[in-house]
């Protein structure tokens, strides 16, 4: 394909060019010159990437375009769909992982050639990895023809990998499509899918053979690196292609077997005879097409035919067929799946022959649909001497005591704390693996029978009921009123503090002064003048805590963290004396970073001011930015958000010396503020301490 075929839209233009979309609108209309649509509609259009570049350039807009924005953009913009040429991609580098040396070869001769002798390599390699073509591999061998249409995209892509290696670089695509269709994609969050491949005990020896039956984009699958056999089934014949490749990319053949295929698991099994050490699976919620009128006599209805309503169920029992004896497999459910009352017969049996092991509660945003609890179960295939007093392992992590937020501003888990909490109940329930027998396994679990509002074993004989209700909460018990009366007296005492702490914080009464002109300047002016620098977060991968709008908004600790992979930059990590703002929302919050925030990265949504501290004072910078005044005015409305551009922000000319006056004042203001906003939190939990303690019988009314 000539490189002028790929097409970029506003959004790639803005992104090449390190503006927003509004500039670019405003390029189209001042310069006659700009490249015109070439693709596209009236309303989103689209323009040859290369005619974009060769304009930037012209303009000084545009110094030299990242190898890996390069490599994206063409990838997005290509003519048979971002997909196919990931999954050209994907096989492109495996052949150039494996093979460097043929790779060399394949790439030194013209863009016609190199398609037809890629060809033929890719289906080499292809076979190699995944067997022959006949036996319903997920990854077609593209043609000549095929091939053609993406040799750029080849080319740039193997280039990007001898920089970053070539699981990065398929990572970090991958990871780019997935973010820029998120709903187009049902994704399962690393921390979640670790944590069901510790339940499962994916990482034990035994476990060798595991299967994911609804592989999705194969994050289950990742998670269990110690299996030996990785076996996989999606409906969608591009998303299983690219899952295929993402796994191959992570291991060379002689490590583990890779057999992902594409079709409709539940109607057209595509491992019927297999017996797995783990199944592991997020499956489709809600489907009322999963076959119920064809599979009335399937034999995996082991446990009951499922109703229409109930895809879940069948997706458990698709799981328990498909293990050997003693096998475990963990599934993502929904809430409703543990109490719908079409479904109690089969939960029912599930619990009496032993094979339903554990329900965990999840906290809202584990997963998709994010603002749902979600469940997992832990199931276990019965041998020939079941457990002889069957018993369920309900937890409860509904409510965490902690969460982080994402990039994305969404609550999320506090995935190290609630991996241990789970595993913990988990494990001491389950016995160990090796060596304890029936009644050791018992013995072991006697000390962790209950744990208040946490986890619970509740004999089967307890749960069997006209609705055998599942759900965690519904049977564990109740949680004391934090720490019991003696913490809430503790909780009012520091809240007397607080109180008495705001109350001498509090500002004495204003002294009216009639408005004086002052001269003004802006941001963006003190940004050219080098008074400060102007930095905007949301990028970067590595470790450590995320400071996040929401930690801005709520004066918290940093509680994000960095992708461990995706773009390939360094983040922007703040520094005492920072001034972060947030972008979005039209809210007059501002905060100056201290010793204890020092060094997390600034997240998404976030604009940072550093100012040079001999020009300018870092709270004298925060107070006025806090005026309504100034931020309504630097603020615009796109769509149904508020924009604030920094650089629009008006502060008075004064000394240093006057500055550190106001800042000083600025600085006690924010004291009596956090005094209010800690007696508001104290407040809160002695209320509903108070509240949980009289119904619970913890606490008499005197």
Not at 149 to 161: F, T
Not at 289 to 312: C, I, K, M, Q, V
Not at 491 to 518: C, D, F, I, K, Q
Not at 674 to 688: K, P, T
């Amino acid at each position: 394909m000539p490189e002028n075929a790929t097409e970029v839209t506003a959004a790639g233009i803005a992104r090449l060019a390190g503006v927003g979309r509004a500039a670019v609108s405003n390029w189209r209309r001042r310069h006659a010159d700009f490249p015109q649509p070439v693709g596209g509609t009236e309303t989103s259009p689209s323009f040859a990437l290369s005619e974009v570049e060769r304009w930037l350039r012209d303009q000084g807009k545009l110094v030299e375009v990242p190898l890996r924005e390069r490599v994206w953009q063409q990838l997005a913009g290509h003519p048979a769909g971002a997909v196919t040429a990931l999954v050209h991609v994907g096989c492109a580098l495996l052949v150039a992982d494996r093979s460097p040396r043929a790779w060399r070869e394949i790439t030194g001769v013209s863009d016609t050639r190199m398609a037809g002798v890629l060809s033929l390599a890719l289906d080499s390699a292809l076979t190699g990895r995944f067997g022959p073509a006949g036996n319903g591999r997920a990854v077609r061998t593209p043609d000549r023809d095929e091939l053609l249409l993406s040799v750029p995209l080849l080319r740039g892509a193997a280039e990007l990998a001898a920089e970053t290696g070539a699981r990065e670089t398929y990572e970090f695509l991958l990871g780019r499509q997935l973010d820029a269709n998120p709903r187009q994609y049902t994704l399962t969050p690393p921390g979640l899918a670790e944590l069901m491949a510790a339940l499962a005990g994916a990482d034990h020896p035994d476990v060798r053979t595991v299967l994911d039956p609804a592989t999705g984009t194969g994050a289950l699958l990742v998670a269990a690196p110690g299996a030996t056999a990785l076996h996989g089934q999606e409906n969608d014949p591009g998303l299983a292609a690219l899952t295929a490749l993402r796994l191959a990319l992570r291991t060379a053949p002689a490590d583990r077997t890779l057999d992902v295929r594409t079709g409709d698991t539940l109607r057209t099994d595509a491992f019927p005879r297999l017996a797995a050490d783990a199944v592991l699976c997020h499956p489709p919620f809600n489907e009322r097409n999963w076959g119920h009128d064809e599979l009335a006599y399937d034999p995996r209805w082991e446990y009951g035919f499922p109703a229409r309503t109930e895809s879940e169920l069948a997706w458990v029992q698709h799981a328990l067929a498909r293990l050997r004896d003693g096998g475990t497999a963990v599934l993502l459910m929904p809430p409703a799946a543990a109490s719908r009352r079409s479904g109690r017969r089969i939960r029912a049996d599930l619990l009496r022959r032993g094979a339903l092991r554990a329900v965990i509660a999840l906290p809202a945003g584990a997963a998709p649909p994010y603002g749902i609890p979600l469940h997992l179960w832990v199931l276990r295939k019965p041998g020939a001497d079941p457990h002889p007093t069957p018993e369920l392992l309900l937890v409860d992590t509904a409510e965490p005591a902690e969460q982080s937020t994402d990039r994305g501003g969404r609550d999320r888990p506090d995935w190290p704390a609630l991996r241990r909490a789970v595993l913990d109940a988990w494990q001491t329930y389950d016995g160990q693996r090796e060596g304890p027998d029936d009644g050791q396994r018992e013995q072991a679990a006697e000390g962790h029978r209950e744990a208040p509002g946490a986890s619970r074993i509740v004999p089967v004989i307890e749960l069997l009921d006209d609705d055998v209700d599942l759900a965690p909460a519904r049977h564990l018990p109740s949680p004391a009123a934090p720490g019991g009366p003696g913490e809430l007296a503790g909780v009012r005492e520091r809240l007397t503090r607080t109180l008495e702490l705001a109350s001498g914080l509090t500002p004495p009464p204003p002294a009216l002064a009639t408005p004086a002109h002052r001269p003004l300047t802006t941001i963006g002016e003190l940004a050219r003048a080098g008074a400060l620098q102007l930095r905007h977060g949301g990028t970067g991968t590595g470790e450590g805590p995320v400071l996040t709008e929401h930690d801005v908004l709520a004066a918290t600790a940093p509680s994000g963290s960095l992708p461990a992979e995706g773009t390939p930059e360094e983040p922007v990590l703040v520094a005492p004396g920072d001034v972060v703002v947030p972008v979005l929302g039209g809210v007059t919050v501002v905060r100056v970073v201290d010793e204890a925030t020092a060094g997390a990265a600034l997240g998404r949504n976030l604009q940072l001011l550093r100012p040079d501290p001999a020009v300018l004072d870092p709270w004298f910078l925060a107070g006025f930015l806090r005026g309504t005044t100034n931020n309504r005015q630097a603020s615009s409305h796109a769509s149904t958000a508020t924009r604030l551009d920094a650089r629009r922000l008006q502060l008075p000319r004064l000394p240093l010396a006057e500055q550190q006056r106001y800042g000083e004042r600025f600085r006690a203001l924010a004291a009596f503020e956090d005094a209010l906003r800690l007696a508001g939190r104290l407040g809160g939990q002695l209320v509903q301490g108070l509240y949980d303690g009289l119904t619970d019988g913890t606490v008499t009314p005197k």
